[in-house]
């Protein structure tokens, strides 16, 4: 027998009645469903706009920004967190943070200065005719400051000693006033009358200078061999650097050997002579007539 085998008259007959008998049951099934089904009331008749009024606009559709609803929960929330950790930070610092004490108002009584007259820019050369006595003395106080005394035209003039100058030498005679000045200043300020400190200052300045001059004279034998010395070591040293080293070499070297010896000889001799001079002055018998006020 074959595998397939031709469907016979009977069984085609059977599968007609099956579908057929299937055709009321279906229509059965919809009225059924159609009949249980709710019926839904009309809506309501609208009542009738007036032609006199104006249509109303449409109305302006709302939109959701779903971002910036997402952005302002995200910035709260950051606040709050910000808030809570200043809290816990203030909270945590409080036991160490103290407030300044005030201080107390002092009043004090006003004080009221004695007023200083102030010294003329210079004065000319003090007249020495005159000394006073030697007076009680005693710690320094508070006086006028002493006007430097201005140098004749022409003139070299340091403490006492004066002499003509071929060249421009009112620097100089600037400072030996200045510092002539701030000495006799000092000497007002411990008990010495003017005409005493104006005579010590002067001959104090005025010895210290010619004891440099003159130590400076006596170590100049010594003073020119250390500046051969310095020169010869200066051009020794100035060969690497040739050519400039040859000339600037021997100019330095025995500008420093010169210096080694008369600069510490002329401050000892300054020392010296100015130590003399003021011994002079303190002990410098008076003089002369006390000139009216």
């Known amino acids: 027998m074959g595998k397939h085998r031709a ?3 009977s069984r085609r007959a059977a599968g007609s009645v099956v579908a057929a008998g299937a055709i009321p049951l279906i229509a059965t099934l919809i009225g059924a469903g159609t009949a249980n089904a709710e019926v839904l009331p009309a809506p309501p008749a609208s009542s009738p706009i007036p032609a006199a009024l104006p249509a109303l606009p449409p109305a302006p559709i ?3 920004d779903p971002f910036g609803v997402a952005t302002d929960t995200v910035r709260e929330a950051a606040r709050v967190v910000v808030r809570s950790a200043t ?3 203030t909270a945590a610092t409080a036991p160490f943070t103290h407030a300044a004490p005030a201080a107390p108002m002092v009043l004090r009584p006003a004080v009221i200065a004695d007023p200083v007259v102030p ?3 210079t004065r000319p050369v003090p007249n ?9 003395l005693h710690a320094p106080a508070p006086v006028a400051p002493v006007a430097p005394i201005e140098a004749p035209p022409g003139k070299l003039r340091i403490g006492n000693v004066e002499m003509d100058a071929p060249f ?3 620097d100089i005679n600037t400072g030996a006033a200045q510092t002539e000045a701030q000495l006799a200043t000092f000497l007002d300020s411990v008990g010495v009358e003017r005409s005493r400190s104006d005579k010590i200052a002067a001959q104090t300045l005025g010895s ?3 004891g440099a001059s003159v130590a400076n004279t006596l170590a100049s034998p010594l003073s020119g061999t ?4 310095g020169a010869v070591a200066g051009f020794i040293s100035g060969i690497p650097f040739l050519p400039i080293g040859l000339l600037i070499g021997p100019i330095l070297g025995a500008a420093i050997g010169y210096a080694v010896i008369a600069g510490p000889a002329a401050a000892a001799g300054a020392a010296i002579g100015g130590a003399v001079g003021a011994a002079d002055g303190f002990a410098a018998a008076p003089y002369g007539t006390q000139p009216a006020q």
């Open 7 to 9: 469907t016979g008259p």
């Open 62 to 64: 709302a939109t959701v």
């Open 87 to 89: 809290d816990t930070i």
């Open 119 to 121: 010294a003329p820019a």
């Open 128 to 136: 020495h005719t005159y000394l006073a006595p030697q007076g009680e």
């Open 168 to 170: 421009d030498v009112r």
């Open 208 to 210: 210290a200078a010619i």
């Open 226 to 229: 250390s500046a051969m010395v």
